[in-house]
């Protein structure tokens, strides 16, 4: 058992179907698991019965907290609030749609306080596949842009010990916010690890992370935090690993470039069959 409090933080937008169990199961492991536990729910503007659960379950529970935002306001200002409300000594997050079991976390504790991140990786994604190249892409785009070399930049279930996000002023809205913190994290040559853990199938509810709008919108935000990035001081002023790589954004232009020409060319080829 590890000395210590845990904050974990479930971001839910619209988990009505699965927000009680996720809580129930955290509630059940994490005292095993540490001598202090909180589980902060951050309702993110949902329309169903997401943020009615929560607080029933705060009702009932000390150990859980429900945080309510009026409107969403997406993935990386759920996580934010949840941050900025917790009181544990390590923050984790956590997704609530059921496709990460807590007790996997168990797999995560070996490392935990003698790393300053223990970033989980999915050893098998369950999603369609064409998440999974939208995934691989984005990564090999974040290794490009900001010199973060993780398998699996997004994966929602994490562990940092809180002095890494005390002060880090996060700024992104969306699933970025992963990225932000990495970003920021390696400018200070923070000590990470990867445990691979278990994903599974989504049962109830929908996602929206494969939406042409969702990805326009990232790949903006993307551009803008390598645009912030490029001046990026860490509160300390203590830089060990540079901001923002410029080479990796003519690298990643001209492979943008390259593919654009692709896409450009199989359409005329294509007008030209049918004529």
Known sequence: MIDGKLSLILP??????NIEAVVR??????????????????????????????DELAAENPHVKALHH???????????????????????????????????????????GSYDIVAGYRIKRNDPYYRFLIGSGFNQMVKL??????????????????????GMNLES??????TEIHAKANVQGRSLVEVGVNHYPRLEGEQSGASIKVMFRAVQETFRLWG????????????????????????FGAVLLAGFAMFVFLLTRIARRRD
């Open 12 to 17: 839910a937008h619209n988990e009505e179907p």
């Open 228 to 251: 912030r990035m490029r001046g990026y001081v860490p509160p300390d002023g203590n830089i060990v690993v540079a901001p923002a790589s410029a080479r990796g954004m003519v690298t």
């Open 70 to 112: 009026p409107k969403n306001r997406g993935y990386g200002g759920a996580l934010t609030t949840g941050f900025t409300n917790a009181t544990g000594d390590y923050l984790m997050f956590m997704d609530s749609d059921r496709q990460f079991d807590i007790q996997d976390l168990e797999n995560l504790t070996p490392y935990i």
């Open 173 to 178: 809205p969306g699933a970025l916010i992963n």
């Open 25 to 54: 199961q955290a509630a059940d492991v994490l005292p095993t698991l540490f001598t202090d536990y909180e589980v902060l729910v951050v309702d993110d503007g949902s329309k169903d019965r997401t943020g009615e659960i929560a």
């Open 145 to 166: 842009l900001f010199q973060v070399n993780l398998r699996d930049i997004d994966c929602g279930f994490k562990v940092f010990k809180a002095e890494v996000l005390q």
